[in-house]
């Protein structure tokens, strides 16, 4: 009875549990559904409140179109009383011509036109004039040239010569808009060969570039030479200042802050076909920017692609539900084009910034893995982020454990005054952890290399040496904190955890389980054979690992197929780019690139840049 009991028990237990996790999976479900329906009632909220933006837009162009048809129907019909005047006038032998209904239709009794003929005309000019282009309002009509005797024009003719004259006016506005729109453009570009600094820790030009072709509708356009222009001068000024790491790290900030604006708000346009078109130029995009062989080769123009402005049936509609209440702008190929050559300036740019960094570093990293065989009194090492040094402590030992920390400060001294122009320039932090990720990934190939290529460098005392170097970059690193360098202190793991092979005491001891398991995990049999064959003691005269653990690497070894390799102990440098587009969007934000923009000083005096005062969602109302 007990038993059955206890049975029973157990089974309202476990009934009980069940029934609690079907309860908390119907609670999760629950919540889900809130928040989707959450979600989807906000999205129709702001898909109703542009829909009524649209709607208020369409009424007042109405309204505009009303008033507008009613000053032409008054103006034309101005003209028409103006022309039959004239005419009567003029009839030869005085005879009055009667023109039909109208003040002056009165004059006389010559055959008349019919008045539902004149009227269809006036109506069909009308209607011409509406599907024309648009002239400046309040143009006065132009009846035309009247001639005396039966040879005299009929109004008819005249008002073709009114629109004749309007589409004059309507060319010479358009060429004035043009010749204003490439004033705009070059002031732009003298604007890109400046420093302008940031805004709200954003860079101006990025965003300044971002507006610009935004309020222009250059995105929209088939053919532009704006872009190639932007890349040209974007180009001389990274390639005049390829070792200025100042210069270097505020076109990064720009050039990936300007990309991730395009990502963000423009899309190929509906039913073109530039998919096709941008794979097969990818590969001369990247050579035509970089691979010149002078400094200003690979900025030219790509395409011979000439013109202004997008066509009036480009324009896309910035409403919709997208987040922030705008649709993302539908971009013709230059636009497209024009976002691939960006991502191929980060690029270049990024590789360039890294090299130079390494090229500073590397000078010290010989006298890094190898300690000096004097002592030194006292060395000076600069403080963080100061050009103030401060006492290092006097040599402890006669092999110069601390001589070498004027190498180490150097290294340190470069790593940091690099993150200091990187956070001055505004560089998204993403980006800094990878490049620092890579640099102490640099580090620790050829430390760790020279470590194994060079016997002296495998002694105990040696070790030692590395180890307490190693100690100040471990604190420079928690100091600078992973949000800029990231993982790069696990990017010395090989090099780490070699050294702690060299110092550890009673190696013989070791078993080969332990040594793989607990003291070097990320070192390959091969490192730890080379290692291990490698090292001696110089101060203490103690042993390496013991014959047994050897016989075991080498049987491992010859096991193993990679053991066939030369230098298989060696490791390689990564030096590809280490993110991707997909992480400049993932990792960068939209904020305060969204609001008011300080206008530069050279463009504060043009009205044509006044939309910069806006902010972006009223401008791109205001583009519309």
Sequence with gaps: ???????????????????????????????????????????????????????NAAREEALMVEARLKSVLEEEGRGVRSASGALAVAVPGGTPVNLGPGPEATLGTAPTRAAPAEEGGVFDRV?????????????????????????????????????????ELYAKQQQLLREQRSADQDRLLGCLAENLGYQRGRPVAAVLVFRCCLQWKTFQADRTPLFDRIIATMGSQVEAHQEDNAVLSYWLSNTVTLLYLLQRNIKPASGGSYTQRLRSQSQSVTRGLFGGTSKTAGFGSFFSRAGYGGSPGGEASIHGGAAGGLRQVEAKYPALLFKQQLDAFVQKIFPSLRDNIKKDIMPHLAACIHAPRSGVGRTSRPGRGSSHGVEAPPARSPLGQDAGSAHWAAILGVLESALGTLRDHHVPAFLVRKLYEQLFS????????????????????????VKTGLAEVEIWAGSAGRTWVGEGWEALAHIRQAVTFLVIHQKHKKSLQEITTDLCPVLTVQQLYRISTMYWDDRYGTETVSHE?????????????????SHSFLLDEDSALPFTQDDVAAFMDDKDLLGEMGIPAALRDQPSFAFLNKRLELALQSAA
């Design 127 to 167: 209607r011409r004039y509406m599907t024309s282009p648009s002239r400046e309002p309040g143009t006065p009509a132009t009846p035309g040239s009247v001639r005396g005797g039966y040879g005299a024009e009929t109004p008819g003719e005249g008002l073709s010569e009114m629109d004749r004259r309007q589409r």
């Design 442 to 465: 640099f580090i620790n190939v050829q430390l760790f290399n020279q470590l194994l290529l060079r016997r002296e460098c495998c002694s105990f005392s040696n070790g030692e040496y």
């Design 549 to 565: 653990v050897l016989s075991r690497m080498k049987a491992l070894m010859v096991e193993s197929a990679a053991s066939a390799a």
């Design 1 to 55: 009875l007990r038993g059955e009991l206890a049975a029973a028990t157990a089974a309202a237990a476990a009934e009980a549990e069940a029934a609690k996790q079907r309860l908390g999976a119907g609670e999760a479900a629950r919540l889900d559904a809130e928040r989707r329906a959450a979600g989807q009632a906000a999205d129709l909220m702001s898909r109703l409140n542009n829909a009524l933006a649209q709607r």
